[in-house]
C-alpha cells in the first residue's frame, strides 16, 4: 500500500466520520476500573498512523481450491485461511490498542495504593511471570496501561471508545474496532 494509498483512504473516513458525527459528551478524562484516570494527550492521534499500523499486518491470499466447478477458484471460508484472517485481526487488534494508548491517551491520577508505570512492583510480576518488559518510557506507560491499570476488558473498551470518539468516530465504527479483539 503507498503512501497516497493511505492518504485516500484518510480522507475517506474521514468524510464518513463528517457525514455520521455523534453526539459526544466532551469528556477529557476517562475512570478506569482500578481508580486510574487517563486524559486525553494534547494532540489527538494521527488517523495517517493509525491506518498504516493497521495496515502492517496484511492478510493472506486465501487458498485455491476446487469448489465444484472444475476449476481452482479462492476459497475464503477454507478453515485455514479463517483461522489466518481471525489471527491477522487480533494482532491488528492489539496493535491498534496500543497505538490509542500511546498516542492518545497519558495519566491524569493514579491512586495513591497503585504503583505508576515508573514503579518496579508490576514490572518484577510481569518478569516473574515470564513476560518481557521493554523498559523504552512510552512502552512501559503503554505495558502498564494494557497490563495494570486497565485491568479488564470494560476497560480496554472504555479506552477505544474515548480515543476513538475524540476522532470523531460513530458507535458503529468503535464497536467495529472492538469486535476485532478475540472473544469478541
Do not use: C
Not at 3 to 22: F, K, P, R, S, Y
Not at 125 to 147: Q, S, T
Not at 165 to 170: D, N, P, S, V
Request: avoid cysteine; proline fraction near 6%; aromatic fraction near 8%.
Amino acid at each position: 500500500m503507498s503512501n497516497q494509498d493511505v492518504l485516500e483512504g484518510v480522507n475517506i473516513i474521514e468524510e464518513e466520520l463528517e457525514a455520521h458525527e455523534t453526539e459526544k459528551d466532551g469528556s477529557t478524562t476517562v475512570l478506569l476500573s482500578t481508580g486510574v484516570v487517563l486524559r486525553h494527550t494534547e494532540k489527538p492521534p494521527s488517523k495517517i498512523i493509525l491506518a498504516k499500523i493497521i495496515e502492517r499486518y496484511e492478510y493472506p491470499d486465501p487458498p485455491m481450491s476446487d469448489m465444484g466447478k472444475g476449476r481452482l477458484e479462492p476459497n475464503p471460508n477454507h478453515p485455514d485461511y479463517t483461522k489466518a484472517v481471525e489471527e491477522i485481526d487480533a494482532k491488528r487488534g492489539f496493535a491498534f490498542y496500543d497505538a490509542l494508548i500511546v498516542l492518545g491517551t497519558e495519566i491524569e491520577s493514579i491512586p495513591v495504593d497503585m504503583e505508576g508505570p515508573d514503579d518496579t512492583g508490576w514490572i518484577d510480576e510481569m518478569e516473574i511471570l515470564g513476560f518481557e518488559v521493554d523498559k523504552r518510557e512510552k512502552a512501559l506507560y503503554r505495558d502498564w496501561v494494557r497490563n495494570y491499570a486497565a485491568s479488564s476488558e470494560e476497560d480496554m473498551k472504555l479506552i477505544i471508545a474515548f480515543v476513538v470518539g475524540r476522532l470523531g468516530a460513530t458507535e458503529g465504527q468503535v464497536q467495529i474496532e472492538l469486535d476485532k479483539f478475540p472473544g469478541n
